[in-house]
């Protein structure tokens, strides 16, 4: 996965590798791209597709997987796109109508204000091509694993935040989370 990740790199992908470490799918890796639209995605996917290393990787796999491989599925935030690789994310995913997304927009700015005080970036994002599009990401990102364990304990007792959560399940029920960590 990491050679994978490397060749997308220099097709114009900003890859990243994660293990799941906690929630839904713990154990399993996670490779994301990152683009800055839709059509850089689209020419680093026809780049990278034809990347003759690539095709040694896939063509591999193919005869010997030790793994199982799933997606990609396609994404767009909304709200909040990453400035930059941070090593530990959260994602909470939501089913929220598309009528609710509206909703989700106007609770996101006071969401990345209560962040920005314990300086944990936030986004929101939604499936594109995907099998459920029913589903609302929000996406916490933290500077290390203690960060996140601070950041939690004052989330968690923050009645502004407490309130605000109250107020995003009546626009969705949240379905699963988990917890990234980059690897090196």
Do not use: C
């Not at 089913?95 to 509206?102: D, E, F, Q, S, T």
């Amino acid at each position: 996965m990491k050679q994978v990740s490397e060749i997308m790199g220099k097709h114009g992908a900003k890859s990243v590798l994660y293990k799941v470490v906690a929630g839904d799918g713990a154990g399993r890796y996670d490779l994301q791209n990152w683009y800055s639209s839709m059509e850089e995605g689209a020419n680093s996917f026809q780049s990278y597709g034809a990347d003759p290393d690539y095709q040694a990787i896939m063509h591999k796999r193919s005869i010997d997987p030790v793994g199982e491989l799933n997606g990609p599925w396609i994404g767009r935030m909304i709200h909040g796109a990453p400035k930059g690789i941070k090593p530990v994310v959260v994602h909470r995913d939501y089913h929220a109508p598309r009528k609710a997304i509206a909703k989700a927009l106007e609770l996101a700015p006071e969401l990345d204000g209560l962040m920005s005080e314990i300086d944990v970036e936030m986004g929101m994002g939604v499936s594109l091509l995907n099998d459920n599009h029913e589903m609302l990401r929000v996406v916490y990102r933290f500077n290390s694993m203690t960060h996140w364990g601070q950041s939690v304990d004052k989330m968690i007792t923050d009645e502004r935040f407490v309130n605000l959560v109250n107020e995003a399940h009546e626009v969705g029920t949240l379905q699963s989370s988990r917890m990234l960590a980059l690897k090196s």
